[in-house]
């Protein structure tokens, strides 16, 4: 596991950074690239909701994974416990991403 992580707000930063490096007729400001994410991050959010798959061509695909009920064992009383079943977000990385990493 990595020893670093970036936060939000230091992901915005390099957001914002990023695009003004490609483009220099027009500055985007933090608050600018904030607004980016945030969208971005609505938009992912309801099509999971809807049952809806987030394919990013090379990046990666964002999905949920239905988990059925079982049955688990609560380690501090080792008793056994009922988990309801459960919707969680997944994300697989795309190739061109896999490639990326070094």
Known sequence: ??????NKGELIEKI???MNQDNKEHT???????????????????????????QI???????VQKREAR???NPQTKSKINIAASK????TAGNALKDAIK
């Not at 945030?38 to 049952?51: A, M, P």
């Not at 090379?58 to 999905?63: E, L, N, S, W």
Request: glycine fraction near 6%; aromatic fraction near 14%; proline fraction near 2%.
């Open 1 to 6: 596991m990595a020893d670093k992580a970036m």
């Open 71 to 73: 049955e688990g064992i």
């Open 16 to 18: 914002a950074d990023e």
């Open 88 to 91: 969680v977000p997944k994300f």
């Open 28 to 54: 985007v400001s933090k608050s600018e690239a904030q607004r980016f994410f945030d969208s971005f991050q609505r938009v992912v959010t309801d099509s999971l909701n809807n049952e809806v798959d987030v």
């Open 57 to 63: 061509t090379g990046f990666g695909k964002f999905y």
